[in-house]
């Protein structure tokens, strides 16, 4: 069965420090790994994705993702916040060709300026 | 490529009343999915279309709850006799069955209160 953990609900940081969000998953098979953001009342857009091409993966805005297969975790980071870098992250895995995804339950990132 | 749309935007209703909403999927997409999210939580899945053939719809929240997508184009969602608790944003997705990743876009959502 698969699962997503998101460790952490709220993460606060200053503008211009990094952001860390964390992500650990559960899969019997190799998983395709997502992480979406959601602003306030958007929807959802998503960053990027890991298919086994490259384990550090860059995405839109700044951020990036690293796949570690022995730690089963796909954090996301970014080198320097920004305000506009406020809102939910959703973390999200699925088998490759099925359809359903399997979603964490979202970090609230706050930016403090 | 004007990306997923949905319509209404929101949507206020009194309980006991039926409300459609309207999901329109990226042209060259086959796979069209519904979802529902309360505040604070992530994506529930609900339905699942790929052309107009429903392959997945044990997730419905219920019998009140029924999806179509009759040429394969755009759904359409119902909820009949709404109840408070029916209260949420709900979700449209697309995604090409070409692609083994399943990379899922999604709509705008429609915001449904029941009063």
């Known amino acids: 069965a698969q699962s997503v953990t998101q460790l952490d609900s709220h993460v606060s940081v200053s503008e211009g420090t990094p952001v860390l969000l964390r992500c650990n998953y559960s899969?019997?098979?190799?998983?395709?790994l997502f992480w979406y953001v959601q602003h306030p009342n958007k929807g959802l857009q998503l960053l990027l994705k890991?298919?086994?091409?490259a384990t550090l993966v860059k995405g839109i805005n700044g951020f990036e993702a690293e796949f570690k297969k022995s730690e089963t975790s796909f954090h996301l980071t970014k080198p320097s916040a920004h305000m506009s870098d406020a809102a939910e992250y959703f973390c999200?895995?699925?088998?490759?060709?099925?359809?359903?995804?399997?979603w964490g339950a979202g970090t609230k990132l706050i930016i403090k300026p | 490529d004007t990306g997923v749309s949905q319509d209404p935007r929101h949507k206020i209703t009194k309980r006991g009343q039926n409300v459609t909403f309207r999901c329109d999927p990226i042209s060259e997409h086959n796979r069209l999915y519904w979802y529902r999210q309360t505040l604070g939580q992530g994506p529930e899945f609900l339905t699942y279309?790929?052309?107009?053939?429903?392959?997945?719809k044990s997730r419905l929240l219920s019998d009140r709850f029924s999806a179509e997508r009759p040429k394969g184009s755009f759904s359409t969602l119902e909820i009949q006799r709404t109840e408070q608790g029916d209260s949420a944003m709900y979700l449209c997705?697309?995604?090409?069955?070409?692609?083994?990743?399943?990379?899922?876009?999604f709509g705008p959502g429609t915001r449904l209160t029941v009063l």
């Open positions: 999200v895995v699925t088998l490759r060709s099925n359809y359903q995804l399997i």
């Open positions: 997705a697309s995604s090409s069955g070409d692609s083994s990743y399943n990379e899922q876009f």
């Open positions: 279309f790929q052309n107009e053939a429903q392959l997945e």
């Open positions: 890991y298919t086994s091409a």
């Open positions: 899969s019997s098979y190799s998983p395709s």
